[in-house]
């Protein structure tokens, strides 16, 4: 069997003729980079790298220690801490590559506004849902591909390179569906998936390391404050198979809370029986924002609550947002209406 990459003509034409003809290539990502921000752009930098191109990745800031492991994740630029470097590499650019992002501004403010800004070409790949098209000479947009990272391998089957890429790039690939997919556990029942992974297999990757690289990567900190937030906190709300938990800075602070540590356990929740919504409120340890994780099953969409309830969107079961200047407590009320606000489709019983 065959994978049909399902990319047009004219898009792997536009995006060889980009990749091939770049000196200096800037490769970007989204805020917060997760597996598949830095897999994805590390994986393209690969394939740059040893195309002889200059190419450099630069995140908005810290990604989480346990994508460390990528070959080539210690060259990757920080532009909260080396914005004098990382404006020098801008300026220097020919070309800017942005992934796994659908509005320049998930860069943050200032990325956001320089790179639509910058005398270069620019080159968008990404899975997100409306893409903003006007700062790019080309995109590439799937929101129905699992990940950044099938995407690119879509388009580097595309454009012939799957022959150059190296090993490395493809244990970037499949860290990045992997985690996109909360190790394929969702938003993965496309064959094509399974067909890529072969491929990948083939490259020579080991999954199974990279699967331990990934997962068991926690501090003991980290794995007391999941055991707290699953005895102490969670609200269950079993007639509507929802939950909600909250956890604020100086919670976090007992346990030493370093960034990342409350990845994932969003997740947990949803491995009750019958399930189908999490919703978990954290109070950024500096600002003054609590940050909100939905994750749903099936036909409950975290992105319309995301986007309805707490000025966000993501994905269709995974979504996040924010709330500004606003107590727990109420936080906590909000959560609470807006399961309401879905109490329909919560009960309605045909899953
Ligand atoms: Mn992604």
């Not at 914005?83 to 992934?99: E, F, T």
Request: aromatic share 8%; glycine share 6%.
């Amino acid at each position: 069997m065959t994978l049909k990459t399902k990319i047009s003509p004219q898009e792997a034409m536009q995006t060889k003729k980009l990749l091939d003809g770049c000196k200096n290539v800037v490769i970007l990502a989204h805020q917060s980079p997760d597996g598949d921000a830095i897999g994805s752009t590390l994986a393209l930098w690969e394939y740059l790298t040893r195309k002889g191109k200059n190419a450099t990745v630069i995140v908005p800031n810290y990604y989480p220690d346990f994508l460390k492991w990528m070959n080539g994740a210690d060259k990757i630029v920080l532009f909260a801490r080396q914005k004098a470097l990382s404006y020098n590499l801008l300026k220097m650019a020919d070309l800017i590559c942005v992934l796994d992002l659908n509005d320049p501004i998930r860069m943050g403010d200032e990325l956001g506004k320089v790179v639509p800004s910058l005398r270069c070409k620019r080159l968008l790949i990404d899975h997100h849902i409306d893409p903003v098209k006007k700062p790019f000479d080309a995109v590439v947009s799937r929101p129905e591909c699992s990940s950044t990272c099938e995407l690119l391998f879509r388009l580097f089957t595309a454009i012939s390179a799957i022959e150059h890429l190296s090993l490395h790039g493809a244990e970037d690939i499949y860290a990045g569906m992997y985690t996109d997919t909360g190790g394929f556990s969702f938003n993965s029942n496309d064959p094509d998936i399974f067909l890529i992974i072969a491929e990948l297999l083939r490259k020579g990757i080991d999954k199974d390391r990279i699967v331990r690289n990934i997962n068991n990567f926690y501090t003991a900190d980290r794995f007391r404050l999941m055991g707290y937030v699953l005895y102490e906190k969670l609200q269950i709300f079993p007639d509507l198979h929802a939950s909600i938990f909250s956890i604020t800075k100086e919670e976090l602070k007992r346990f030493n809370y370093l960034k990342g540590d409350m990845e994932g356990i969003v997740n947990m929740p949803l491995g009750i029986r019958g399930h189908k919504l999490s919703v978990s409120l954290r109070e950024d340890t500096e600002k003054p924002i609590i940050w909100v994780s939905i994750r749903s099953y099936d036909e409950i969409s975290a992105q319309d609550m995301a986007t309805r309830f707490f000025n966000g969107g993501g994905h269709f079961n995974a979504a996040g947002g924010r709330l500004l200047d606003m107590p727990m407590e109420l936080a906590i009320e909000k959560a609470k209406e807006a399961i309401e606000a879905f109490r329909e489709q919560l009960t309605n019983n045909n899953s």
